[in-house]
């Protein structure tokens, strides 16, 4: 399985938690050594993104608060919340499955890693399995509209 | 003891504990509800500055992951992780002390509340105790820069 591949299945886990369905995963020397799965909800956390649950994971793992080295893969592009994590957390390279205009701030919106003042910068590879990312969201938004949806109060009152 | 005045004798406690002192409360109602200080290093958490940590503490006390009428007090200007972080929550009113022209993202680098993808943005009132907040930063790099350190194991590898 690619390491996206393994973020897109933690992602599907979310959206079966009625989170919005975003996955992420820390790649360190080639293998996954952190998975996070969104858990605003569930956590009653305005900060548990995907990419924040992962990072937070991973470092904990490694006993630091840098992950130098390490590889991000994520089904969304990051917001600026997580973009900026990512420069604290020193992240080699961000992988990234479906662009976001809206609240992306990677290649979007304050398009963070351009700033003058961001203090650390990763490779960027936007797009990597995005149809399956777009699908997965789009399949839960449209389901989330859905007046057959079995159990309204499992699913996030805003995205 | 204001608001900000508290912010700043957590920020003091973080530095005593060998953290950049930064520190944060959220009211709510005219009540403290939460604290937080900065414990990177302490907690191996590239994600745990002041204003994550308080944000963090506070949706776990109310129960959810918004804290729209709360208001957010810290002791310096949020960067681009945090500024996304108070959005998310949906923070009412932030109330920084020192300015961040290096690292700061809320009146300096991507001005993350002008931008028009921002998806809510707080009122926002800088500058509040400025002095005593800088004043607290600069001792604390001005120590940790000193060769008469009595414990360098204590402080922070990088700001």
């Not at 858990?39 to 924040?52: F, G, V």
């Not at 840098?66 to 973009?83: F, H, I, N, Q, W």
């Not at 479906?98 to 990677?106: H, L, M, Q, Y």
Request: net charge neutral; hydrophobic share 45%; proline share 6%.
């Amino acid at each position: 399985m690619s390491f996206m591949a393994a973020a897109l299945a933690v992602a599907e886990d979310a959206g079966a938690a009625g989170e919005v369905p975003v996955g992420a995963v820390v790649v360190q020397a080639g293998q996954i050594i952190a998975t996070g799965a969104n858990r605003m909800l569930r956590d009653h956390d305005p900060t548990a993104h995907a990419e924040i649950v992962a990072l937070r994971t991973a470092a904990r793992a490694l006993g630091t608060m840098r992950l130098s080295g390490c590889d991000l893969y994520v089904t969304l592009e990051p917001c600026a919340m997580c973009a900026g994590a990512i420069a604290h957390a020193r992240i080699a390279r961000l992988y990234f499955a479906a662009f976001d205009p809206k609240g992306g701030a990677v290649e979007h919106g304050p398009c963070l890693f351009q700033q003058p003042t961001i203090h650390h910068t990763p490779e960027v590879y936007g797009g990597i399995s995005e149809t399956a990312a777009a699908e997965l969201l789009r399949n839960f938004f449209r389901q989330k509209r859905s007046p057959a949806v079995k159990n309204p109060d499992a699913l996030p009152r805003t995205a």
